[in-house]
């Protein structure tokens, strides 16, 4: 058992078999080879020993990074607490001194500070007066007109379209019957007399030739019909009339140009014994106009509507109160010729 002991504690080399003791070669091969597989062996140990060592250090600089955030970050609540509190105690210092101060300032100057009834009502007025003129007044000029320029934008331009194309077919299935009794209808015309104090050259833009390029409102739209003018009621209308057209846009604006030239403030309308003062037109929107006319016995002020083809708000009774609309939209909006 003594020998069996000390065979095992000796080397690796000295244990090998006879028959590779026997030979030398044999034994020096299987030598390198378990000296190779030892080194392997070893070299594997060594990697995953560092391995586990690379992870706990980086386990280790993780944890010692998050509680250097978490250090930081309670600090910074720590500061930003501190600095509320200083910033409440300031302000509450601050605000306690004012009072103080205006205590004491009411405690020596109240008895000079007493006035009559007479001067704190003067002192009342005079503010009111001033903060409604600062205030009020500023807020409704600008508000009125925001107001209007929003509502004309999405109200009136809507509305005006439905009702156009509702009133242009409102008319479409009248006969020549009920054009006869409609047009039997007692309506004054002449009910708003104005006081014209020469129109002639009025803003500018009607002393010479080619005043419809000079209006500063534009226009340009209306009139070059090619038949008649796409009112909804014309076509019943000029039935029972008789009429078929209404006077061009050269001729009217021919009679403007030889008004303008003799410094005459009217223009003849086509068909009456009418004249229009033609530098009174005023555009209303964009399809209305207000002017002056005389009749012969008074100049009244009167409103038509382009692009419906009213006169003061309703379809006209006879071929002159057509011909005076038309006269009137093509000074105000009308084409070249």
């Known amino acids: 058992m003594a020998a069996l002991r000390q065979a095992d504690r000796q080397p690796t080399a000295q ?5 590779l003791q026997a030979g030398d070669n044999g034994g020096s091969v299987l030598i390198a080879k378990e000296k190779d597989r030892d080194k392997k062996k070893k070299k594997k ?49 601050n605000r306690n001194a004012k009072s103080s101060n205006n205590n004491k300032r009411d405690r ?5 500070r007493t006035i009559t009834r007479t001067q704190r009502d003067r002192i009342y007025r005079q503010g009111l007066r001033d903060g409604k003129d600062r205030g ?16 004309r934008k999405r109200g009136y331009g809507r509305g005006y379209d439905r009702g156009y194309h509702k009133a242009k077919n409102r008319y479409r299935g009248w006969d020549s019957n009920r054009w006869r009794t409609y047009n039997r209808t007692k309506r004054n015309q002449w009910r708003r007399p104005v006081v014209v104090n020469n129109y002639y050259g009025r803003g500018g833009w009607a002393r010479q030739r080619g005043w419809y390029n000079s209006r500063p409102w534009g226009g340009g739209w209306y009139g070059g ?10 076509l019943g209308q000029s039935v029972v009339w008789g009429v078929t ?9 021919d009679s403007i140009d030889r008004s303008i030239e003799r410094r005459q403030p009217t223009v003849l309308v086509p068909d009456t014994n009418w004249q229009l003062y033609y530098g009174s ?20 002020a009167m409103e038509a509507d382009c692009e419906e083809g009213l006169l003061n708000g309703a379809v006209p009774t006879t071929p002159a ?13 009308g084409t070249q010729a």
């Not at 109160?321 to 909006?333: D, G, P, R, S």
């Open 321 to 333: 109160e057509a011909q005076l609309i038309n006269a009137a939209c093509q000074v105000t909006f």
């Open 245 to 253: 057209a209404l006077t061009t846009a050269a001729i009217i604006n």
């Open 108 to 112: 020596t100057s109240r008895p000079n």
């Open 15 to 19: 244990r090998a078999s006879p028959s």
């Open 136 to 151: 009020y007044n500023k807020g409704v000029r600008t508000g009125y007109r925001e107001g209007v320029d929003k509502g």
């Open 225 to 234: 019909w090619s038949s008649s003018p796409p009112w909804g009621w014309w």
């Open 45 to 93: 140990r060594d990697k995953k020993s560092e391995k586990k060592q690379n992870n706990r250090k980086a386990r280790d600089r993780n944890q010692r990074n998050k509680r250097n955030r978490n250090t930081n970050k309670k600090k910074a609540n720590r500061n930003q607490r501190n600095n509320r509190n200083q910033k409440h105690d300031r302000i509450h210092k």
């Open 281 to 300: 037109v005023e555009p209303v929107e964009n399809t209305g106009v207000t002017f002056a006319v005389s009749n012969g016995s008074g100049t009244y």
